[in-house]
């Protein structure tokens, strides 16, 4: 049972890194996170810029002290857009961004049936990797790409530690295109086929074992198509692997995309953001699974908070299972995705109950109605024991650099909000955290 939910402010306000500042016209944008050790945290985000929509810019990772709003130890950045990438070198360029980051691995000096885990302390960072448009030499303003125009929508992955020191990372592996083992060449990226473009789900990837041995996280595909997929640790390697792709769930005339999965006890729930798409109306589509690498429900849809509001979905250490997002109906303003709420789902008939307001942006004093803000792409960072569980979400304004259908041009004072904000989840009592540090 949750407690109370303590919001503690802007935890991102700018990035250090050169060429990705305030003074940049960038700012901290789409944050995960991940336990490195028993006294290590590492966060891991994109940066964004107000040039269109959905402007990201580079992956940038926080090594902090103790917790996810400790210290910070370390800032680096492990991928940076390149806005000149000429990608069959023939002189057209157009921007390469890279965002929608996540981590996943276990924390050094943890135990399994009180052993040292021999795959501690090896993590996955993977993040999209887009070709997004064109710059306009005249107004700096970028021309947006779909998907299905850019031809490029890929996934990238680095492997790293924790370093004997604690205070930097090591890389294992460098960055390289996520593909599924035997088929990192040619055009096919898993078993499944080949495809036009992959993305990943929004939410961390979760333990598909008990060990922590392999992790599951659900990808999407061309033709609103998703499927789950395994990664392993190798021990001769001493690495992870994408060893297996699950059956493709496809629905007629609906698209499936931002997508979570939890166990629940002896099962698996996957939940979509699903679009109905000759209606433009959306639902979340629900499917269950025993192992949903060898078959998947058809899908149950239910009332649907809007259908271009993102959801994260998580089996909290409690043993309920929430939603995180917004919903218009509830909101004081009618706006999708602000404020940002919680739900508990039921997970037999995936019914909502027990809302609970997190953050208003418009309460606090962040933004005016009229912007259309948003608190949105909340995460909730594992569970490290005790009472106390960290949730990050962003806020933001739809406006742009240029006036636009969207709205007038944004301002600086609409800027300085923007960023990563937290809270502190609070449960009635002691619970145990996700892994045993011995």
Aim: proline content about 6%.
């Amino acid at each position: 049972m949750i407690e109370s939910i303590e919001v503690k402010g802007k935890l991102l306000h700018e990035c250090a890194m050169e060429g990705e500042r305030r003074s940049d016209d960038v700012y901290p944008a789409h944050a995960n996170g991940c336990q490195l050790s028993a006294n290590r945290w590492m966060l891991i985000y994109a940066t964004r810029g107000w040039r269109n929509t959905d402007d990201d810019r580079s992956i940038i990772y926080q090594l902090r002290a103790d917790r996810p709003d400790g210290e910070i130890l370390k800032e680096g950045r492990l991928r940076r857009s390149i806005d000149d990438w000429d990608e069959k070198g023939d002189g057209k360029t157009s921007i390469l961004q890279f965002g929608h980051p996540g981590v996943f691995g276990l924390p050094k000096g943890a135990t399994i049936k009180g052993q040292p885990a021999p795959h501690a302390n090896v993590f996955v960072a993977r993040w999209r990797r887009n070709r997004y448009g064109y710059i306009d030499p005249k107004t700096s303003i970028v021309e947006r790409l779909g998907v299905e125009v850019s031809g490029h929508l890929d996934l990238e992955e680095i492997q790293f530690c924790l370093n004997s020191a604690g205070d930097d990372i090591e890389i294992l592996s460098p960055v390289k295109l996520s593909r599924e083992l035997g088929y990192e060449k040619g055009p096919e990226i898993c078993r499944r086929g080949a495809f036009v473009w992959i993305n990943q789900n929004i939410t961390q990837s979760v333990p598909y074992n008990n060990e922590g041995t392999e992790w599951v996280c659900v990808h999407h595909f061309p033709g609103g198509r998703i499927a789950a997929v395994k990664y392993r640790f190798n021990p001769g390697s001493g690495l992870y692997e994408w060893i297996d792709t699950g059956p493709l769930l496809q629905t007629d005339g609906w698209e499936h995309i931002e997508t979570s999965i939890v166990r629940d006890r002896d099962r698996w729930i996957i939940c979509t953001r699903a679009n109905l798409i000759a209606e433009f109306r959306g639902a979340n589509a629900w499917v269950t699974s025993e192992d949903p690498f060898e078959t998947l429900s058809e899908p149950v849809f239910t009332r649907n908070r809007v259908n271009q509001t993102p959801f994260t979905l998580y089996n909290c250490p409690d043993g309920e299972i929430r939603m995180f997002t917004g919903d218009p109906e509830a909101s004081p303003y009618q706006n999708a995705r602000n404020p940002l709420y919680s739900w508990r789902i039921d997970p037999e008939t995936f019914e909502e109950s027990d809302r609970h307001e997190i953050f208003d942006n418009i309460r606090e004093g962040l933004f005016k109605p009229e912007s259309t803000p948003k608190s949105e792409m909340c995460k909730l960072l594992p569970h490290t024991g005790g009472r106390e569980q960290f949730l990050l979400w962003r806020c933001r304004v739809m406006n742009l650099a240029q006036s636009g259908p969207k709205g007038p041009a944004i301002t600086q004072e609409m800027k300085g909000p923007h960023g990563i904000y937290h809270a502190r989840v609070k449960y009635a009592e002691d619970l145990p955290g996700q892994w045993d540090m011995g």
